[in-house]
């Protein structure tokens, strides 16, 4: 089986979208461009109730969109957000940091950067013709 429907699966034009997180053990997103990228949780895919989750004390950094450089492990205090100038951004969010009854997360950029989102550790692998819509 391929690791799509075994253990990931992607929403691949994600900026501003929410992921359902109910399946699966994270959500990364990964951001591309310079740029702020804000994570929020929501309750639908609609975004009902929508709030800031301030969570994001690390994330991967790439100078190189291109992948022609290696990645570096960034620190900051707990935020929603994360500045890039350069570059990719990963950043991983547990769905253990979800707020009770929130069962949706989304990146969204403040300008024209780009995000993928990509759930992790499925809880039901399937055929990805069989994958649920992520963001529906």
Not at 41 to 62: F, K
Not at 64 to 88: F, L, M, R
């Amino acid at each position: 089986m391929e690791a799509l429907g075994r253990t990931l699966n992607v929403v691949p034009t994600a900026d501003g979208v929410y992921a359902n997180a109910r399946d699966c053990s994270a959500v990364t997103f990964v951001c591309t461009g310079a740029d702020t990228y804000t994570i929020t949780e929501a309750t639908d895919a609609a975004g009902t109730g929508a709030q800031s989750l301030v969570v994001v004390d690390h994330y991967y950094a790439n100078t190189s969109a291109a992948g022609a450089a290696a990645w570096t492990h960034e620190e900051q205090t707990a935020a929603a957000a994360v500045t890039i100038a350069a570059g990719v951004a990963v950043i991983e969010v547990s769905t253990k940091a979800l707020s009770d009854g929130f069962t949706h997360l989304a990146c969204a950029s403040t300008a024209a950067g780009l995000v993928t989102a990509v759930t992790s550790d499925l809880a039901v692998q399937r055929a990805p013709q069989n994958l649920p819509a992520v963001a529906a």
